[in-house]
């Protein structure tokens, strides 16, 4: 069993910058893909962003690619989201997920992440 939290969400003014983090349970994080989900009130579920077990690979969703950085610390079980320049339509719930059990590579596939976090607010005032 895999426990994930996050933190570090909040309100912020659009343009600000918030760095959410996910602390992963499980001895083997070093070999779980990881990535970063959100859901806006009345919208699905979308994907955000994404890491390799190494952090050398990473996959962003178009809607955030040059605003928003994803990054691991293996030794600390933690992977991170860094959201610069924030618009008031990166308002969502984040999860944090894992994959467990697929290749290295990151992916946008929600299916086979095996384990989610609880979420953490971000709410963009504009």
């Known amino acids: 069993q895999v426990q994930l939290v996050e933190s570090g969400g909040g309100l912020v003014q659009a343009g600000g910058s918030l760095r959410l983090s996910c602390a992963a349970s499980?001895?083997?994080?070093?070999?779980?893909?990881m990535g970063w989900f959100r859901q806006a009130p009345g919208k699905e579920r979308e994907f955000v962003a994404a890491?390799?077990?190494?952090?050398?690979?990473?996959l962003y969703a178009d809607s955030v690619k040059g605003r928003f950085t994803i990054s691991r610390d293996n030794a600390k079980n933690t992977v991170y989201l860094q959201m610069n320049s924030l618009k008031p339509e990166d308002t969502a719930v984040y999860y944090c997920a894992a994959d467990v059990r697929s290749s290295p590579g990151p992916h946008a596939r929600p299916g086979e992440y095996n384990y989610w976090g609880q979420g953490t607010q971000v709410t963009v005032s504009s």
């Open positions: 499980g001895r083997t994080f070093s070999r779980y893909v």
């Open positions: 890491i390799s077990w190494s952090g050398t690979n990473t």
